[in-house]
């Protein structure tokens, strides 16, 4: 992200329109009929497992929009422990050992405990989650995410009436992850929310998408996902999730603050310092749409930031 501007984005790395599935593939793909034939469930470079998490419930909180492809939503990524390029992670993500993993969740709770991903897997109904996705680049997506509320685990170990914030730790592994011998950013990646935005029902832990077990280059085996905030906030490979009384000091906000707000809330009215948020993107389209305001999630999510300057919490 502090690498290269939208405007260096070269058309050639995205996928064209014209491999989009359309709308009738994808709603068989939504029920969990994903036919093998129509559509690239081993992407190149895609590194899942193709198993699939099935079956799943469907979410009243999902978009009627069409989804990118698998191919696109699985190689066009960012995740710098794997390299700053936007086909790195695809590449290299292959080196990242998925399981088994173990999910910590410490700090200010009445009952912190280690959960086994397969747990996790369990721990509420799998749903399916269709979100419109921003990043702060100033590309978008439409991914059909599997996972549950973040709600459901955070109940679990019971916050205590100081946690006021929720910090998520990546995993921060050298010999599977070579982006982290270099300091690009200050490792582990740390990401957060307040604590209700971690509770509200968009917020989830994502452990898959299009069905299946989750691609390593999208953060494997499992990640945040908050739909009405830049991508960034969308921390991969999470190893520990820590209530704390204090915002968290994140990494992006770290290397620069000026640039990469704690909120991260989609907010077209606040550019970016280098470019303009107002249009994005979405990736296998030429011409740019106009952004909406918390990415259009403005119904559910406005009332959490009710009386805040959004320009200075951006
Ligand atoms: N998480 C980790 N651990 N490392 C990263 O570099 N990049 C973030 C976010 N989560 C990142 C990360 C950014 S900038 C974006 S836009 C999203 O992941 C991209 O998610 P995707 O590749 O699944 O679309």
């Given at each position: ?10 058309p050639?790395?995205?996928?064209p ?5 359309d ?6 793909a ?30 009243p909180?999902?978009?009627s929009?069409?989804?990118n ?8 990524n960012n995740f ?6 936007k ?5 290299e993500?292959?080196?990242l ?39 702060v680049e100033g ?18 170990v ?11 730790f ?21 990401e957060?929310?307040?604590l209700?935005?971690?509770n509200?029902?968009l917020?989830i832990?994502?452990?898959?998408l299009?069905?299946?077990i989750?691609?390593?280059q999208?953060?494997?085996p499992i990640?945040?996902v908050?739909?009405w ?12 999730i820590?209530l704390v009384?204090?915002q968290p ?6 290397a620069n603050?000026?640039?990469?707000g ?8 606040h ?7 107002k ?5 296998g ?8 305001m918390?990415?259009?999630?403005g ?10 300057d ?5």
């Amino acid at each position: 992200m502090l690498i290269r501007k939208p405007s260096d984005i070269l058309p050639s790395e995205i996928t064209p329109e014209a491999t989009y599935r359309d709308r009738r593939t994808f709603l068989a793909a939504a029920g969990g009929l994903l036919a093998a034939a129509a559509l690239p469930l081993k992407a190149k470079g895609a590194q899942g497992s193709g198993a699939n998490l099935g079956p799943l419930q469907k979410s009243p909180l999902s978009t009627s929009e069409t989804p990118n492809t698998y191919a696109q939503v699985t190689q066009y990524n960012n995740f710098y422990e794997f390299g700053t390029g936007k086909d790195d992670p695809a590449r290299e993500a292959w080196r990242l050992k998925p399981r088994p993993w173990e999910v910590k969740v410490t700090g200010l709770c009445a009952k912190p405990r280690t959960f086994g991903i397969e747990e996790l897997l369990k721990l509420a109904p799998l749903e399916e989650r269709i979100y419109r996705m921003r990043c702060v680049e100033g590309w978008s997506m439409v991914i059909p995410w599997v996972g549950f509320p973040i709600k459901a685990l955070l109940d679990k170990v019971q916050p205590l009436g100081s946690a006021r914030f929720v910090a998520f730790f990546s995993a921060d592994r050298p010999d599977q992850m070579p982006g982290v011998r270099l300091p690009v950013l200050d490792w582990p990646y740390l990401e957060g929310l307040r604590l209700d935005e971690a509770n509200h029902p968009l917020a989830i832990l994502a452990v898959g998408l299009y069905g299946q077990i989750l691609p390593n280059q999208n953060g494997a085996p499992i990640r945040l996902v908050a739909p009405w905030k830049y991508g960034f906030k969308g921390g991969k490979s999470i190893v520990e999730i820590r209530l704390v009384k204090d915002q968290p000091w994140t990494s992006w906000a770290k290397a620069n603050p000026n640039e990469y707000g704690f909120y991260a809330n989609v907010n077209p009215n606040h550019d970016h310092p280098r470019w303009s948020q107002k249009t994005e993107r979405r990736i296998g389209e030429l011409l740019r749409r106009p952004t909406q305001m918390f990415n259009g999630y403005g119904d559910q999510v406005a009332h959490l930031y009710r009386g805040m300057d959004l320009d200075t919490y951006f």
